[in-house]
């Protein structure tokens, strides 16, 4: 059964950092890509970043020099460093795995989140 | 960039079907592929359609997708509705820079 577990949700201060984690199982990591999703509290989804099995990345351009995404294949693992956070970043983090090795194709699977609450 | 369009709610009765809309403002919707998730109050999302009309494994066949480049528009039908399909509905594609774009969501309510 492929599961991904997000974990390292936590309350911040504007401008300060935190990095989530994503462990998958239940699938050959590398063969498949990987994306960040974001629900701030009573909005709808934003795709923040995505990451192919090679490491080639993409970034909403909302989050684009402050986000870094990246993978472990050898731990199963997917990361979102996030710097600078703002209180606009405050919301529920999604991982989730594409269906193929491209990013392009949607997500076919979803983790259940990890909240990221930016406030002093 | 484009903006995918969904109607903020439609509703429906038990065991008739629906069918959600999600438009693109500019540029084909064709042009890359489109997904549906499924969003029950309180819960994670799902995926019930992606690559525009493919099903993941345990989404019984009452969902299916299609796109119509006639009016640029995605389309999720549910047929046989249920209680349990009660949620909000995501369409979502690509640019040309693989950059994933969301609609707005349609809250489906079965009356």
């Known amino acids: 059964e492929v599961q991904l577990l997000e974990s390292g949700g936590d309350l911040v201060q504007p401008g300060g950092s935190l990095r989530l984690s994503c462990a998958a199982s239940g699938f050959t990591f590398n063969d498949y890509s990987m994306t960040w999703v974001r629900q701030a509290p009573g909005k709808g989804l934003e795709w923040v970043s995505a990451i192919i099995g090679s490491g080639t990345t993409f970034y909403a351009d909302s989050v684009k020099g402050r986000f870094t995404i990246s993978r472990d294949n050898s731990k199963t693992t997917l990361y979102l460093q996030m710097n600078g956070l703002r209180a606009e970043d405050t919301a529920v983090y999604y991982c989730?795995?594409?269906?193929?090795?491209?990013?392009?194709?949607?997500?076919?699977?979803w983790g259940q989140g990890t909240t990221v609450i930016v406030s002093s | 960039n484009f903006m995918l369009t969904q109607p903020h709610s439609v509703s429906e009765s038990p065991g008739k079907p629906v069918t959600i809309s999600c438009t693109r403002s500019?540029?084909?919707?064709?042009?890359?592929?489109v997904q549906w998730y499924q969003q029950r109050p309180g819960s994670a999302p799902t995926t019930v359609v992606y690559e525009d009309n493919q099903r993941p494994s345990g989404v019984p066949d009452r969902f299916s997708g299609s796109i119509d480049t006639t009016s640029n528009s995605a389309s999720l039908t549910i047929s046989g509705l249920k209680t349990e399909d009660e949620a909000d509905y995501y369409c979502?594609?690509?640019?040309?820079?693989?950059?994933?774009?969301f609609g707005g969501g349609t809250k489906l309510t079965v009356l």
């Open positions: 979502q594609s690509y640019d040309s820079n693989n950059h994933g774009v």
């Open positions: 989730a795995k594409a269906p193929v090795w491209a990013t392009h194709h949607g997500v076919d699977v």
């Open positions: 500019s540029g084909s919707i064709a042009s890359n592929y």
